[in-house]
């Protein structure tokens, strides 16, 4: 009964494991099939039986050590084969995963170890005489073998699937390109629990005169010890993963901060150009009495014709000051393009400033503000660049232009520049 129970014991920890693997990648990566490789859950599966029953040695060697590193890389082995892995992330993901399935194990074992106290009340039964039937010491001892079996896969099963879904749930910026920094603060938990569970590996049992002795038995502290150690190892790795989380979302805020600030930066300078033209409008309209009566009088009296044609003229003048003089179909865009050409003519008296092509329609759907933001990025970098020019000979330039084509619309920007591109 006993032998039926270890092999049914195996055979479920594999399928867990597998499981495990195709939830926990899958969470990740994208299969390279259009369904769902359940293939790949059977697949690990089998390697783990096979793993369980030809990479377990003795007890004071390093075979120990060799049989998890060749785990690690048949692991790599089935996420690269199923999966869209190649992704800096994926190294991370397996090391996590083996990490903690080692101390689901372990700390599962720690707890089930804790029910050995029953063989000693058995023991001390025996001596006394309450038990003498040998079947019925088997059967005891049997059925107290099966039930540490039983706890052993329930707290490994809930540890290990909890603290999975806890990383993959708290992981909610999955498509988020990892710098390296970030994958190192990311790996460093996941790989010191992984190396302290090849450590207990080491030294949780131990060989004494041929015979494997358990560590626990000489320091009982250790099955209180021992699992409070790879829970603070599971917490740091979920734990990590929240922190990391929460800075990815409060750099995007800061960048979304930082973009609106220029933005609003930018509506304040066309708010104050436009503020500007209606104040020149409301002077003229002002004014247009004085203007008509001045014309009036001028064209009355006789030879002073070259006087009305000046004084038209500079009145001409001023109502061209007031003029926009970029017409592209959408008013925030020429307003934008009139308050940026002046503001590079107070650092670039010589720039030139082309945007006869760039034309709008009515038929378009993207909202004025959109189109004004970028433009107004584009001019910004535009313009820069144009200011990074050191004599040389050439005149700085800005064309801008845009064509339809189907569905989309382009906007093309043309710059000059120092030549150095980065």
């Known amino acids: 009964m006993l032998k039926g129970s270890n092999l049914l014991f195996e055979i479920y920890c594999a399928a867990f494991q597998g499981f495990c693997l195709q939830y926990f990648m899958g969470n990740f990566l994208e299969y390279r099939g259009r369904k769902k490789p359940l293939y790949v859950a059977v697949l690990y599966a089998v390697f783990i039986l096979c793993a369980n029953r030809l990479l377990t040695g003795g007890y004071e060697d390093m075979r120990a050590v060799c049989s998890r590193l060749v785990s690690f890389a048949v692991l790599l082995l089935f996420v690269f084969a199923f999966y869209r892995a190649a992704r800096p992330i994926t190294g991370y993901l397996a090391v996590t995963f083996m990490m903690v399935m080692q101390t689901g194990f372990f700390a599962a074992h720690s707890v089930s170890r804790a029910g050995g106290v029953l063989y000693d009340v058995w023991i001390w039964c025996i001596e006394r005489g309450y038990i003498r039937n040998k079947t019925g010491i088997t059967a005891i001892f049997d059925v107290t073998a099966i039930g540490q079996q039983m706890i052993l896969c329930a707290v490994f099963s809930v540890l ?36 302290v569970c090849m450590l207990l590996r080491l030294i949780v049992v131990r060989a004494e005169n041929g015979m494997p002795q358990v560590l626990y038995g000489s320091h009982p502290v250790l099955l209180l010890v021992i699992p409070a150690i790879l829970g603070l190892n599971l917490l740091s790795v979920i734990y990590s993963v929240k922190l990391f989380q929460d800075m990815v979302s409060l750099n995007r805020e800061k960048n979304s901060k930082a973009v609106l600030e220029k933005q609003v930066a930018d509506m304040q300078g066309q708010i104050a150009e436009l503020e500007h033209i209606y104040s020149g409008i409301r002077g003229m309209k002002h004014d247009m009495g004085n203007t008509i009566a001045v014309i009036t009088q001028l064209a009355e009296e006789g030879g002073k014709t070259a006087e009305l044609q000046q004084y038209l003229s500079e009145l001409n003048r001023t109502f061209d000051r007031l003029e926009l003089p970029y017409k592209t179909g959408n008013a925030v865009v020429d307003t934008l393009l009139n308050v940026k050409y002046h503001e590079m003519m107070r650092t670039m008296p010589d720039v030139k400033l082309y945007a006869d092509k760039l034309l709008f329609t009515d038929n378009i759907v993207i909202g004025s ?30 064309r801008l232009s845009s064509f339809a084509k189907g569905k989309m619309f382009f906007i093309k920007v043309e710059n000059s520049f120092d030549g150095k591109v980065v």
């Open 160 to 195: 290990c699937f909890r603290s999975l879904r806890s990383i993959a749930d708290g992981f909610r910026e999955k498509d988020h390109l990892i710098s390296r920094t970030e994958l190192y603060f990311l790996l460093a938990p996941s790989a010191a629990g992984l190396l």
């Open 369 to 398: 503000y959109d189109i004004g933001v970028i433009v107004g990025n584009a001019l910004d970098n535009a313009a820069e660049a144009c200011g990074k020019m050191k004599g040389g000979g050439r005149e700085p330039f800005i």
